[in-house]
């Protein structure tokens, strides 16, 4: 069998059916072998996007999302995908093809080093140097990908490797071999005591929830322990989803932008439950005062988070998943049924509503357009989102209910992750509807993909929250550099709604308030392909409230 079939005998083997891939010269035999393949190749229209729909298919479906890409440009364009998923730790298999390897470091045509490329922002890379290895590669690469700590692989092809020959049993065992790799082995029942009594005596104890609980498929439990002591959930941006914020329960998300119950109540917290988060500096703000009262207790799966940038005061290294668990059997029967803290929570959420001003002229406010979004749909859709002010308006003034239905780039914060993102999410959730809320200029970035969406018939919806600016650095000019607007107009574009028509989707425009609901009604309800809506919205409406940079937590600006 040649390798290229192999390969993919092998991609089968791990129960792929769907990749992300664009051909070329040096993939081109792959692509040979995907045309007797049950796997079946989304043809994507620019690698970067390949990589963003492998990871958006992993984000919702938890399962690992693979692309394919070519040698040297073909890979190179994937980078910004790899290192957008390293950043957010999405499981992800990046294929690329590469020179022969006789020709390898000779400048070749369409050689680039794409190992080396790759290294800083891949959890492994591999480059199969020979056919006897694919099994065992592709074997070792899912598992890297999909275990512990998720994230990105790479495993380049060389296309002699790919064209080579050698006998291949489908059925044969494989054996890893990573005997630096070394997976939990349980939580320390030490930890657990201690955790257990830190709770007993808790009288603000508070859980501030990362991504790490949606990778680790942790919802369940942590609703469990929330509710039985009573602890209110704060959730970052990668947490969204994790806890349903409709429970009263649920503070939202915490940090740069958000609530000011959720960073109030962080900031006056005796215990913090903090359970996968990495204390990003988009989270914590000044770190010196940041949960200065509380005692920490930090889970997270990688050992390498502990203490990284907040001491831990007990750290649970492990699945998320189990710690939960083992703190909810070790205490027992003792629960609370209400406290003091709950009800200041529940006042101060009463009393600092996320609001924001209509303006005089009835210009559409872009929180009123998430709004309608969720009055229409309930939390029941895939939110996808691009980077800048609507990323965040989408993360505020929606209700996210479910884990995996909120997927934006927290870590790297990608501009043009959103919509490949939201196919790849619409193709591995059939009959689902799938939402990408974006900037007028995010949606620039990777707009060749509405030919994507039309070709596979996927309903992705793209909301363009169309205020004519980089928003959100225009933001920060107007409230850090003294309003000097330096190349964040764009006012110069394209007519989104012919864009949308020449690509064969439907295209609406909004300029009117009272035509918000109705065209998102519109576009809930058509069948058959993507929709483009482009709303005209207020032009110079701000994110808040807002920590300004380098400042505390309570030290909130804006959104009163
Ligand atoms: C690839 C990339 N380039 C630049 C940036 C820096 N950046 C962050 S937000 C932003 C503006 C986004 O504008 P738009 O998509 O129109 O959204 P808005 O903020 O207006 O809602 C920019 C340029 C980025 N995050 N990603």
Known sequence: ??????????????GVDIIFGYPGGQAITIFDALYDSPITNILVRHEQAAAHAADGYARSTGKVGVCLATSGPGATNLVTGIATAYMDSVPMVAI??????????????QEADITGITLPITKYNYLVEDIHDLPRIVKEAFYLAGTGRPGPVVIDVPKNIQEGQMDYDPDAEVEMKLPGYKLSEGIDPTKVTRAVAALKKAQKPIFYVGGGVINGNASAELKE?????????ATTLMGLGAFPEDHPLSLGMLGMHGSRYANYAISECDVMLAAGVRFDDRVTGKL????????????????????????????????VKESLKAITEALGDYKVESSDWCTKLQNWKQQYPLSYKEPADGAIMPQYVIEQLYELTKGDIIMATEVGQHQMWAAQHYMHKHPRCFISSGGLGTMGYGFPAAIGAAVGNPGKKVINIAGDGSIQMNIQELITAVQYKLPVIVCILNNQFLGMVRQWQGLFYGGRYSSTDISCQPDFVKVAEAYGALGIRVEKKEDVKAALKQALEHEGGPVF???VVEREANVFPMVPPGASLIDMVGGE
């Open 533 to 535: 809506i482009d709303f």
């Open 1 to 14: 069998m040649r390798g290229a079939e192999i390969l993919l005998k092998c991609l089968e083997k791990e």
């Open 288 to 319: 010196s005062t940041f949960a200065p009262n509380a005692q920490v207790i930090h889970m997270d799966i990688d050992q390498a988070e502990i203490s990284k940038n907040v001491e831990a005061d007990i750290a649970m290294v492990g699945e």
């Open 96 to 109: 690329t093809g590469q020179v022969g390897t006789g020709l390898i470091g000779t400048d070749a045509f």
């Open 225 to 233: 322990l929330a509710e039985k002591l009573q602890i209110p959930v």
